[in-house]
């Protein structure tokens, strides 16, 4: 069993910056392909970012890519999300998750096992 926790959310100004965290319980950590998703107000939940076990290959949705960066440490357990240049259409609640099926880069929410409760991000205009 993983769990995940999110931080790092918040009230971001449009143009400025935030960084999300995603503290992994479990062993496995360094194992999991993991992944950002988020779901803003009457939307489904869409991707957002993927990184692979060893955090060298990552792959972004279009409407964030050049503005958001994912990473992780898995010494410390964590994976991040580094997000530039806000817009106010960022303003969504933002899930980790972590895929343990061994998938290199996962984009589907089908594809990931585990997710934490999410963060909210709001984008003052």
């Known amino acids: 069993q993983v769990q995940l926790v999110e931080s790092g959310g918040g009230l971001g100004q449009a143009g400025g910056s935030l960084r999300l965290s995603c503290a992994a319980s479990?062993?496995?950590?360094?194992?999991?392909?993991m992944g950002w998703f988020r779901q803003a107000p009457g939307k489904e939940r869409e991707f957002v970012a993927t990184?692979?076990?060893?955090?060298?290959?990552?792959y972004y949705a279009n409407s964030v890519k050049g503005r958001f960066t994912i990473s992780r440490d898995n010494a410390k357990n964590t994976v991040y999300l580094q997000m530039k240049s806000l817009k106010h259409e960022d303003t969504a609640n933002y899930y980790c998750?972590?895929?343990?099926?061994?998938?290199?880069?996962?984009?589907?929410?089908?594809?990931?096992?585990?997710w934490g409760q999410g963060t909210q991000v709001t984008v003052s205009s």
């Open positions: 479990g062993r496995s950590f360094s194992s999991y392909a």
């Open positions: 990184i692979n076990w060893s955090g060298t290959s990552t």
């Open positions: 998750a972590a895929a343990a099926r061994g998938y290199s880069l996962s984009v589907r929410e089908w594809e990931y096992d585990y």
